[in-house]
């Protein structure tokens, strides 16, 4: 297990690992917890007034989180082009996450969904992390927000019993797309790197095995591609199952 040193963070460390603790227990509650929420009623459609009481809550405590931590890298001698600002695809997967929580709304699901089950997972096993570690203001914000992420994904999925469907994803696929576009654009014009689109990351990330730039770019969106259908084809396949089955 490797050590921080000097008051930095360092992956599969201590603080790490507490991290990836605190997401598990995190969903070992969250999960029951949605279920008993929506007893009576029908999977994803309402669920009752509790859980739509405790999602509002939720969301409340996702905008309350991420108000410090986003407004941190906008002050003097914090601010830089290239890093603070809201462009990474977390920058957007939180407040997908808010709309999902709030509304339970089917897009903003699918938007929680797919980048919350997939993108954030990948960020919180391969942290991007160059900041200081535990209690620094990089850890809690880039941690914060993906476990918050991630929980409200699992929350939904399994507690809620909302589910994916093909329209779904072609609604994040298309989402995702047009986020890609705008932010490589603004990469090129500002000499920035948002969203690892013109360079890897500093760090080790899965980015690593789909070899250089640019040809690591398609092939990890053919992978997110096919990683959004594999988890989209067995909720629809039980769904056209069930009918049969009752």
Known sequence: MSLTVAGEFVAFGPSHWAALGLFAIGCAGLVPLGRAQRTGTEPGHGSGEQARGFGK??????????????????????????????????????????????????????????????????????????????????????????????????????????????????????VTLAWAVATFVFNVAAGTNYGYLNHKPGTASVLDLLGPWPWYVPAEAALILLGWALITWPWTRMEQTRPAAG
């Open 57 to 174: 809550a939720y969301a409340l405590a996702i905008v309350y989180v991420m108000i410090g931590t986003q407004v941190h890298p906008l002050l003097p001698g914090q601010w830089s082009i290239g890093g603070s600002l809201p462009l990474q695809l977390c920058d957007v997967a939180w407040p997908a996450a808010v709309g999902a929580l709030w509304t339970l709304g089917r897009r903003w699901f699918a938007l929680t969904y797919y980048w919350g089950l997939t993108l954030s997972v990948q960020a919180l096993l391969t942290p991007a992390l160059n900041g200081g570690d535990y209690p620094d203001i990089d850890y809690l914000g880039f941690f914060g927000m993906h476990l918050m992420i991630v929980w409200a994904a699992v929350y939904l999925t399994w507690g809620l019993g909302m589910r994916p469907d093909w329209g779904g994803y072609r609604f994040a696929v298309a």
